[in-house]
């Protein structure tokens, strides 16, 4: 015992020299890598001091009920035992410091009571050592260090919880605020959302990354890895990345532990930043068919209603959290419709991966089921018989859709349906007859539509009580930005028999497009006219133009096709567990991928080992060309391969390289997109394929993730 309390006196005398030595000269320390991980454990020890000092205290205060040698040891021991936790703590804290993000004077002051701590405990050891009886310097120098103890602990809790933490001071109960139409966006959804879950590592107090998010100021101006939002792009903002990286990566945020954005929160976020990442437009500045609108207010609707508002009431039971979990995928979003309410509200995205079986797959939820937004949806005339068996259905949303109206009727079975939106659709007075059938309706929304404004004073005069709206007409003055063209065609992978097609819902567009990798403007490209065939892999752009609007936003979509389909495929590597698809046959289902969804199972993810795989034909074609399907998205880490290889020949056993290329890397952060890379061969026939593509082993140094590996992510591989 003698010789452990000598060491631990001996290192307790070099650590807080050590201590004192880093407290002069901190600005010209700099803290090695390697010692970072200790600074982070600070949070874990400081613990150990605390509690020990506490029951030296306690010791002290009754040591006269104790007797015995063995208690005196077990004093001196825990004592030491504090002190050279307290020093151990207290350097770890020091070296968690360096890495920045907190508020300089709090972090000034819990450094120099920290080191304060650790240097009264050491006294406490020397003075104990030397007049271990004498109550006259003892007793007060305790009190002092438990006083100190109190004043680090509360400096420690105001860096990382807040200045008022641990002494919160006395405020007024929080009023809840009545958001209206006119409430910027920004404030009523966007500024929650980031306060629940970003706060309280991002405030004045604690800037982790620099970043401060408690101030509009602070989240435009960004952190240390630039801006957390890109206007207009998400896919390449860091607040949309971070959210999107799996729990486990150092990188996600909210970091694991934390309370996590929600699908629909991230969703919601991804639409803002899509929409501009205006702080200031309000919701009534949104039209009514923007899916942000519909999302802003689904989220406003699941928040707890403010004093007076009248809330409705329903007596069905609320879906069990396993349903709602069931029914929730990365392209349709099922939530309450009010908090506490059982009534839920459901929203589709992304009209490339909807399918009408995705319809019926919400009947898990059809009694509960009171909202539902189908805007620029693919949905068909014969979809409404399934949208019929929703019993409680209040509100539908089909806007941009393929309706025409003909099946109209089969909604006369939706008894509670009083709102129905079908703005931007081909539905005409004829077919609207049939909403005279529907028993609950009161209001019909059909902007762009073929309705004249007669028709629409004839429909309301049929029609008592049910509103008809027809939207904004903007004066002679005014001028608009257009809506981009909707491809009609969902299907990426395209044959003869599919040719693309284009349509817009506002009369008189003239949409232009190109096929050469041009941009289209007013002026520039062919004028779509009818729909028109592509040949193998083909990047189509198009624009809307109108006199007097100002032009759409460019859209581009990428087609591929195969003239040969292979009997199988057989991967050799496995892709990593996160980006599993279905196996081999995901490379030749035809089924495309989305570049904003990474874990569609249409996508096989690679970045250990190299994508290689077989395909094997019935008997030997012909290949002039071997196309691979790959997503990139910079941000998330998702390159093109650095090296594709296509070897040939009868059999596996027997192959040749046929053709090695290094597609070209992106030089700068770019936006997310799929793309083709095509290999071109000799035209010689073979039956057995196979196909190598290795991801970039280390990010080059423009990437914020320089050094590390990337990833190559392929879900289609077309032969011709």
Request: charged share 20%; proline share 7%.
């Given at each position: 015992?003698?010789?452990?309390?000598?060491?631990?006196?001996?290192?307790?005398?070099?650590?807080?020299?050590?201590?004192?030595?880093?407290?002069?000269?901190?600005?010209?320390?700099?803290?090695?890598?390697?010692?970072?991980?200790?600074?982070?454990?600070?949070?874990?020890?400081?613990?150990?001091?605390i509690?020990?000092?506490?029951?030296?205290?306690?010791?002290?205060?009754?040591?006269?009920?104790?007797?015995?040698?063995?208690?005196?040891?077990?004093?001196?021991?825990?004592?030491?035992?504090?002190?050279?936790?307290?020093?151990?703590?207290?350097?770890?804290?020091?070296?968690?410091?360096?890495?920045?993000?907190?508020?300089?004077?709090?972090?000034?002051?819990?450094?120099?009571?920290?080191?304060?701590?650790?240097?009264?405990?050491y006294?406490?050891?020397?003075?104990?050592?030397?007049?271990?009886n004498?109550?006259?310097?003892?007793?007060?120098?305790?009190?002092?260090?438990?006083l100190?103890?109190?004043?680090?602990?509360?400096?420690?809790?105001?860096?990382?919880?807040?200045?008022?933490?641990?002494?919160?001071?006395?405020?007024?109960?929080?009023?809840?605020?009545?958001?209206?139409?006119d409430t910027?966006?920004?404030?009523?959804?966007?500024?929650?959302?980031?306060?629940?879950?970003?706060?309280?590592?991002?405030?004045?107090?604690k800037?982790?990354?620099?970043?401060?998010?408690?101030?509009?100021?602070?989240?435009?101006k960004?952190?240390?890895n630039?801006?957390?939002?890109?206007?207009?792009?998400p896919?390449?903002?860091?607040?949309?990345?971070?959210?999107?990286?799996?729990?486990?990566?150092?990188?996600?945020?909210?970091?694991?532990?934390?309370?996590?954005?929600?699908?629909?929160?991230?969703?919601?976020?991804?639409?803002?930043?899509?929409?501009?990442a205006?702080?200031?437009?309000?919701?009534?500045?949104?039209?009514?068919?923007?899916?942000?609108?519909?999302?802003?207010q689904?989220?406003?609707n699941?928040?707890?209603?403010?004093?007076?508002?009248?809330?409705?009431?329903?007596?069905?039971?609320?879906?069990s959290?396993?349903?709602?979990?069931?029914?929730n995928?990365?392209?349709?979003?099922?939530?309450?419709?009010?908090?506490?309410?059982?009534?839920?509200?459901?929203?589709?995205?992304?009209?490339?991966?909807?399918?009408?079986?995705?319809?019926?797959?919400?009947?898990?939820?059809?009694?509960?089921?009171?909202?539902?937004?189908?805007?620029?949806?693919?949905?068909?005339?014969?979809?409404?018989?399934?949208?019929?068996?929703?019993?409680?259905?209040?509100?539908?949303?089909?806007?941009?859709?393929?309706?025409?109206?003909?099946?109209?009727a089969?909604?006369?079975?939706l008894?509670?349906?009083?709102?129905?939106?079908l703005?931007?659709?081909?539905?005409?007075?004829?077919?609207?007859?049939?909403?005279?059938?529907?028993?609950?309706?009161k209001?019909?929304?059909?902007?762009?539509?073929p309705?004249?404004?007669?028709?629409?004073?004839?429909?309301?005069?049929?029609?008592?009580?049910?509103?008809?709206?027809?939207?904004?007409?903007?004066?002679?003055?005014?001028?608009l930005?257009?809506?981009?063209?909707?491809?009609?065609?969902?299907?990426?992978?395209?044959?003869?028999?599919?040719?693309?097609?284009?349509?817009h819902?506002?009369?008189?567009?003239?949409?232009r497009?190109?096929?050469?990798?041009?941009?289209?403007?007013?002026?520039?490209?062919?004028?779509y006219?009818?729909?028109?065939?592509?040949?193998?892999?083909?990047?189509?752009?198009?624009?809307?133009?109108?006199?007097k609007?100002?032009?759409?936003?460019?859209?581009?979509?990428?087609?591929?096709?195969?003239?040969?389909?292979?009997?199988?495929?057989e991967?050799?590597?496995?892709?990593?567990?996160?980006?599993?698809?279905?196996?081999?046959?995901?490379l030749?289902?035809?089924?495309?991928?989305?570049?904003?969804?990474?874990?569609?199972?249409?996508?096989?993810?690679?970045r250990?080992?190299?994508?290689?795989?077989?395909?094997?034909?019935?008997?030997?074609v012909?290949?002039?060309?071997?196309?691979?399907?790959?997503?990139?998205n910079?941000?998330?880490?998702?390159?093109?391969?650095?090296?594709?290889e296509?070897?040939?020949?009868?059999?596996?056993?027997?192959l040749?390289?046929?053709?090695?290329?290094?597609?070209?890397?992106?030089?700068?952060?770019?936006?997310?997109?799929?793309?083709?890379i095509?290999?071109?061969?000799?035209?010689?026939?073979?039956?057995?394929?196979?196909?190598?593509?290795?991801?970039?082993?280390?990010?080059?140094?423009?990437?914020?993730?320089?050094?590390?590996?990337?990833?190559?992510?392929?879900?289609?591989?077309?032969?011709?």
């Amino acid at each position: 015992m003698r010789r452990f309390q000598a060491v631990a006196a001996n290192v307790l005398f070099a650590l807080n020299l050590l201590l004192v030595f880093l407290l002069i000269f901190e600005g010209k320390v700099t803290i090695p890598v390697w010692l970072q991980p200790l600074g982070r454990m600070h949070p874990m020890l400081l613990h150990l001091p605390i509690g020990l000092l506490i029951l030296v205290g306690v010791l002290w205060v009754f040591r006269r009920s104790f007797a015995g040698e063995g208690v005196e040891q077990i004093f001196r021991f825990l004592l030491l035992i504090a002190a050279l936790t307290s020093v151990m703590a207290a350097l770890m804290g020091f070296f968690l410091s360096r890495e920045g993000g907190y508020t300089d004077d709090v972090l000034t002051w819990h450094k120099f009571s920290g080191v304060g701590m650790s240097l009264l405990a050491y006294a406490l050891v020397l003075l104990h050592e030397r007049q271990a009886n004498n109550t006259r310097f003892f007793s007060p120098l305790l009190g002092l260090s438990t006083l100190c103890l109190f004043i680090t602990g509360h400096f420690g809790a105001s860096l990382t919880h807040g200045e008022d933490y641990l002494f919160p001071t006395a405020s007024q109960p929080e009023t809840p605020i009545a958001f209206t139409d006119d409430t910027p966006v920004f404030v009523s959804t966007i500024e929650p959302i980031l306060k629940a879950n970003c706060y309280q590592c991002h405030n004045e107090q604690k800037q982790k990354g620099q970043l401060l998010m408690s101030t509009l100021a602070g989240l435009t101006k960004g952190g240390k890895n630039g801006p957390i939002w890109v206007a207009g792009d998400p896919l390449n903002s860091h607040l949309i990345q971070r959210a999107n990286l799996p729990l486990d990566d150092k990188k996600h945020m909210p970091p694991k532990g934390k309370p996590q954005l929600t699908p629909g929160e991230v969703g919601l976020l991804t639409a803002w930043i899509k929409a501009g990442a205006d702080t200031k437009k309000p919701l009534r500045a949104l039209a009514q068919n923007d899916p942000l609108r519909a999302l802003v207010q689904a989220h406003l609707n699941t928040q707890p209603k403010t004093g007076g508002a009248e809330v409705a009431t329903y007596t069905f039971d609320a879906a069990s959290p396993e349903t709602l979990q069931k029914v929730n995928t990365p392209f349709r979003v099922v939530l309450p419709l009010a908090h506490d309410s059982p009534a839920l509200q459901a929203s589709f995205f992304v009209r490339e991966a909807y399918k009408p079986e995705h319809l019926s797959e919400l009947s898990d939820v059809k009694t509960q089921l009171v909202s539902l937004n189908l805007t620029n949806m693919p949905v068909r005339d014969e979809d409404l018989k399934k949208i019929a068996q929703f019993e409680n259905l209040e509100k539908l949303i089909l806007n941009n859709s393929e309706i025409t109206g003909k099946t109209l009727a089969e909604l006369k079975k939706l008894a509670k349906l009083n709102s129905l939106a079908l703005s931007g659709t081909k539905v005409d007075k004829s077919t609207l007859a049939q909403l005279a059938q529907l028993p609950g309706l009161k209001e019909v929304f059909v902007w762009n539509t073929p309705l004249t404004a007669t028709d629409l004073a004839q429909l309301g005069q049929q029609n008592k009580g049910l509103r008809f709206v027809a939207g904004y007409v903007p004066d002679d003055t005014e001028i608009l930005k257009l809506n981009p063209p909707i491809l009609v065609n969902e299907q990426l992978v395209v044959t003869a028999q599919t040719p693309v097609a284009f349509r817009h819902p506002l009369k008189g567009v003239t949409i232009r497009y190109t096929t050469n990798g041009t941009d289209p403007d007013s002026v520039k490209g062919p004028v779509y006219q009818k729909p028109f065939a592509v040949n193998g892999y083909t990047v189509v752009k198009a624009r809307a133009t109108k006199d007097k609007w100002y032009s759409s936003a460019l859209v581009e979509y990428t087609f591929f096709s195969g003239q040969f389909t292979p009997d199988r495929a057989e991967l050799v590597n496995k892709p990593n567990a996160q980006y599993p698809g279905e196996g081999g046959k995901t490379l030749i289902d035809q089924k495309k991928g989305t570049i904003d969804n990474a874990k569609d199972i249409a996508w096989l993810g690679y970045r250990e080992k190299p994508l290689e795989a077989f395909f094997t034909f019935t008997r030997p074609v012909p290949l002039k060309s071997v196309t691979l399907s790959i997503g990139e998205n910079t941000g998330n880490y998702i390159m093109p391969p650095t090296l594709i290889e296509i070897w040939g020949g009868a059999d596996k056993t027997n192959l040749k390289l046929l053709q090695k290329i290094q597609p070209t890397q992106p030089q700068k952060q770019e936006s997310g997109r799929i793309e083709g890379i095509q290999v071109a061969l000799n035209g010689e026939p073979y039956k057995v394929v196979k196909v190598v593509a290795r991801p970039v082993t280390k990010l080059p140094a423009w990437h914020p993730g320089k050094g590390q590996p990337g990833w190559v992510f392929v879900d289609e591989v077309f032969f011709n």
